[in-house]
């Protein structure tokens, strides 16, 4: 750990425990909106911290109430638990024991910060609290939009009951060293839309293409196009950007098919921006499909809104870190356009979220930072204790005054 952190001293002393979570998750991860194993530790080990528990929120959700003993806000501190459907090639001793289920992406590491924290608040400090705090462990933030599904469960008012004033989020971040925080006022995280294009021509043989329409071409030429909806129709000084993962036509090499397919991704902050891109891929799709004489359809997916850090809790929050980190640590984000449904909880209540350094010493010693969802990802477990210690920190900020 390095000796710039002002780690809080409960943090260090559950430092084994908070690994030893870390690394049970770890070895039985489980898919959105099938954490069920995970969802029945969260709960039992709320339960025996006596705190008011609920379960099955949103389908798998589990949330811990802390109700201080004196009057004052309650807050929400957010976890989310579920795993990515990929292989893992780590070599870790508590590699993940389900082929083909990977915790890749650190949501292993966020339900052990938030049920320390859980714990050496409940235990340490809850005859203090001025206020309530409630202890959100989300399914489904990598497919599924659980915290959506939370917020409409009418069963567990999760915003309500007592009604929630103020929340907060984290997310560990594989390309920034320990130590680093990546934190800012205004927008954090993108809007995130699919969309999905289908092209329907005339197949035929590849030697007589006079006699076809052929709907790869004119999916290659709409493609093509549909990349310069960032340099011509959209303000400069925004963020936005326009990516295509998916293109499929064809199974043999001499011949047209009827139909051809790619769908991709775009991200942006401004909901104009996002309307703009919508209507100049229909307005080419249509355009170049009349052209090339093929049939063009395209539709979207509306995924997560975009993160929005209101000012006062992305103060506090900030002078939070800051007194664990040191303030000339903490930066704007860096990373691109990330998406993330905690987005769902800070466009009902006032809140802010963070990305929390976590890169491992072998990444940054050999030069080989690994991104998210790779199977060979890992972070540096010293990570969650400068999380844990920033939870902390803030609880006493706003509940203990």
Same mark, same amino acid.
């Given at each position: 750990m390095k000796n710039l952190l002002n780690i809080h001293p409960e943090a260090h002393t559950h430092r084994?425990?908070?690994?030893?979570?870390?690394?049970?998750?770890?070895?039985?991860?489980? @898919?959105?909106?099938?954490?069920? /194993?995970?969802?029945?530790?969260?709960? %039992?080990? =709320?339960?025996?911290?006596?705190?008011? !528990?609920?379960?099955?929120?949103?389908?798998?959700?589990?949330?811990?109430?802390?109700?201080?003993?004196?009057?004052?806000?309650?807050?929400?501190?957010?976890?989310?638990?579920?795993?990515?459907?990929?292989?893992?090639?780590?070599?870790?001793?508590?590699?993940?024991?389900?082929?083909?289920?990977?915790?890749?992406?650190?949501?292993?590491?966020?339900?052990?910060?938030?049920?320390?924290?859980?714990?050496?608040?409940?235990?340490?400090?809850?005859?203090?609290?001025?206020?309530?705090?409630?202890? @959100?462990?989300?399914?489904?933030? /990598?497919?599924?939009?659980?915290?959506? %599904?939370? =917020?409409?469960?009418?069963?567990?008012? !999760?915003?309500?009951?007592?009604?929630?004033?103020?929340?907060?989020?984290?997310?560990?971040?594989?390309?920034?060293k320990l130590g680093k925080i990546q934190l800012s006022p205004g927008f954090f995280s993108a809007f995130i839309h699919d969309f999905y294009v289908k092209i329907k021509?005339?197949?035929?043989h590849g030697s007589a293409p006079h006699m076809n329409k052929d709907p790869i071409f004119a999916a290659i030429q709409i493609a093509n196009s549909f990349y310069t909806i960032t340099g011509k129709d959209l303000n400069p000084c925004n963020k936005f950007v326009i990516t295509i993962g998916k293109f499929h036509g064809g199974t043999v090499e001499n011949v047209i098919p009827n139909e051809c397919e790619f769908s991709g991704t775009f991200r942006c902050y401004e909901e104009d921006d996002k309307e703009m891109i919508k209507k100049r891929m229909q307005?080419?799709?249509?355009?170049?499909?009349?052209?090339?004489?093929?049939?063009?359809?395209?539709?979207?997916?509306?995924?997560?809104?975009?993160?929005?850090?209101?000012?006062?809790?992305?103060?506090?929050?900030?002078?939070?870190?800051?007194?664990?980190?040191?303030?000339?640590?903490?930066?704007?984000?860096?990373?691109g356009l990330f998406g993330e449904d905690f987005s769902f909880f800070v466009k009902e209540r006032p809140g802010a979220f963070f990305l929390l350094g976590a890169a491992t010493e072998d990444s940054i010693k050999n030069n080989k930072i690994i991104n998210h969802h790779s199977e060979e990802f890992n972070f540096n477990e010293d990570s969650m204790v400068v999380g844990v210690s920033i939870w902390i920190k803030l609880v006493e900020k706003l509940l203990i005054k």
């Open positions: 084994d425990l908070l690994f030893s979570l870390r690394r049970r998750f770890h070895e039985n991860p489980e @898919l959105s909106f099938q954490e069920f /194993e995970t969802a029945a530790f969260v709960k %039992e080990f =709320l339960i025996k911290l006596g705190l008011e !528990v609920f379960s099955e929120v949103g389908k798998t959700g589990v949330i811990g109430l802390l109700k201080g003993p004196f009057p004052g806000p309650t807050i929400l501190l957010r976890a989310d638990m579920d795993a990515l459907p990929m292989k893992e090639s780590t070599n870790l001793p508590f590699s993940s024991k389900k082929p083909g289920v990977n915790h890749a992406c650190g949501h292993d590491g966020h339900i052990a910060i938030l049920l320390i924290t859980a714990k050496i608040i409940s235990e340490k400090f809850s005859k203090e609290l001025k206020g309530n705090i409630k202890f @959100l462990f989300q399914p489904a933030e /990598e497919s599924g939009g659980g915290a959506s %599904e939370m =917020l409409k469960d009418e069963k567990n008012l !999760v915003l309500e009951n007592p009604h929630v004033d103020q929340c907060f989020g984290l997310h560990l971040e594989s390309t920034s021509g005339k197949g035929g307005g080419i799709a249509k355009g170049l499909a009349l052209a090339y004489e093929v049939e063009a359809e395209v539709s979207f997916d509306d995924g997560y809104p975009a993160i929005y850090n209101h000012p006062d809790e992305t103060k506090i929050l900030n002078e939070a870190c800051g007194e664990i980190v040191g303030k000339e640590n903490i930066g704007p984000c860096s990373i």
